[in-house]
């Protein structure tokens, strides 16, 4: 056995030490809380009084059986099938049109990017003073142009419209520069072959950029889809669930019987239900990109 073997097994130990405060901070911060949310959603538990008894699968039957549960989970598929294709959309053509060098192009992706550091608090705000009826700043475009008002943040079927747009609008910064990051990554070799055969323009986006992303698309996606089943705070400020019942979204749903009901073991359940959703999101990347792969060789 060589000397330099002899080292490398010696020094395992202090590999371990080397990892050892970040798997404490893991199993601390993140299995041990989710392990216990596990246990605590098969029990009644009282969050006043912490009194808690083993009630098995009565939470989840509960939840399955509840009308305003299939709601709030119905909304929140609906919150996520408006906005992710607009997420990939308008931040796939933001990044093929601003990834270019320059001053205006730089002060572009620099303001697209600074909406989505600005605190929700402060953006719906401002979107719920732009959409006031009769005043706003929307209301007073529609009746410029003759268009009569519409109650986007009252009407059953615009409100959960109008939150998802206005979501778009403050966070389209980041999958934006997660594209542009992509863009960046494709070898400039390529584009200076295709410029010597004449390529047009459009054969160079169908045939070497587009398919260059896909996998960042496909990322970005599915960074979307989990991000967007989280939502809970632009709705919470802008509507409150409203108007009947229509924009209450799965996390709202948890906060609500947590905090209001004081119903912690059926909040729990609520929550793990949205945790397998998130599950099925993760699972889904993985197949797709071992799919990928293997379409490869």
């Given at each position: 056995?060589?000397?330099?073997?002899?080292?490398?097994?010696?020094s395992r130990p202090a590999y371990a030490l080397f990892v050892l405060p970040f798997v404490t901070l893991y199993v601390l911060l993140l299995l041990w809380p989710l392990a216990k949310g596990?246990?605590?959603?098969?029990?009644?538990?009282?969050?006043?009084?912490?009194?808690?008894?083993?009630?098995?699968?009565?939470?989840?039957?509960?939840?399955?059986?509840?009308?305003?549960?299939?709601?709030?989970?119905?909304?929140?598929?609906?919150?996520?099938?408006?906005?992710?294709?607009?997420?990939?959309?308008?931040?796939?053509?933001?990044?093929?049109?601003?990834?270019?060098?320059?001053?205006?192009?730089?002060?572009?992706?620099?303001?697209?990017?600074?909406?989505?550091?600005?605190?929700?608090?402060?953006?719906?705000?401002?979107?719920?003073?732009?959409?006031?009826?009769?005043?706003?700043?929307?209301?007073?475009?529609?009746?410029?142009?003759?268009?009569?008002?519409?109650?986007?943040?009252?009407?059953?079927?615009?409100?959960?419209?109008?939150?998802?747009?206005?979501?778009?609008?403050?966070?389209?910064?980041?999958?934006?520069?997660?594209?542009?990051?992509?863009?960046?990554?494709?070898?400039?070799?390529?584009?200076?072959?295709?410029?010597?055969?004449?390529?047009?323009?459009?054969?160079?986006?169908?045939?070497?950029?587009?398919?260059?992303?896909?996998?960042?698309?496909?990322?970005?996606?599915?960074?979307?889809?989990?991000?967007?089943?989280q939502v809970f705070p632009q709705i919470m400020l802008m509507t409150n669930g409203g108007p009947n019942n229509t924009t209450r979204s799965i996390v709202q749903f948890t906060y609500e019987?947590?905090?209001?009901?004081?119903?912690?073991?059926?909040?729990?359940?609520?929550?793990?239900?949205?945790?397998?959703?998130?599950?099925?999101?993760?699972?889904?990347?993985?197949?797709?990109?071992?799919?990928?792969?293997?379409?490869?060789?």
């Amino acid at each position: 056995m060589s000397a330099q073997t002899v080292g490398i097994r010696a020094s395992r130990p202090a590999y371990a030490l080397f990892v050892l405060p970040f798997v404490t901070l893991y199993v601390l911060l993140l299995l041990w809380p989710l392990a216990k949310g596990i246990w605590i959603s098969f029990h009644d538990h009282d969050l006043l009084s912490d009194d808690s008894f083993w009630v098995g699968l009565a939470n989840y039957k509960e939840l399955f059986a509840d009308e305003v549960f299939h709601q709030v989970v119905w909304n929140t598929i609906r919150f996520v099938a408006i906005s992710t294709p607009i997420f990939v959309i308008l931040s796939l053509m933001l990044a093929l049109a601003l990834n270019r060098p320059g001053k205006l192009a730089t002060f572009l992706r620099a303001t697209f990017f600074c909406a989505s550091v600005f605190s929700v608090t402060l953006i719906t705000l401002v979107w719920k003073l732009a959409l006031m009826p009769e005043r706003g700043l929307i209301a007073q475009m529609f009746a410029a142009l003759g268009i009569p008002e519409l109650p986007l943040l009252t009407s059953d079927n615009l409100a959960l419209l109008t939150i998802a747009l206005v979501t778009v609008w403050w966070i389209i910064g980041l999958p934006m520069i997660m594209f542009l990051s992509a863009l960046q990554q494709i070898p400039g070799d390529i584009y200076e072959a295709a410029a010597l055969d004449n390529t047009p323009r459009w054969r160079v986006l169908t045939h070497i950029t587009l398919p260059s992303l896909k996998r960042a698309v496909i990322l970005v996606t599915l960074i979307e889809v989990i991000r967007q089943f989280q939502v809970f705070p632009q709705i919470m400020l802008m509507t409150n669930g409203g108007p009947n019942n229509t924009t209450r979204s799965i996390v709202q749903f948890t906060y609500e019987q947590a905090f209001m009901q004081l119903s912690l073991g059926y909040a729990t359940a609520a929550s793990q239900i949205l945790l397998a959703i998130m599950l099925i999101g993760v699972s889904a990347q993985l197949w797709l990109e071992r799919d990928r792969k293997g379409g490869a060789r």
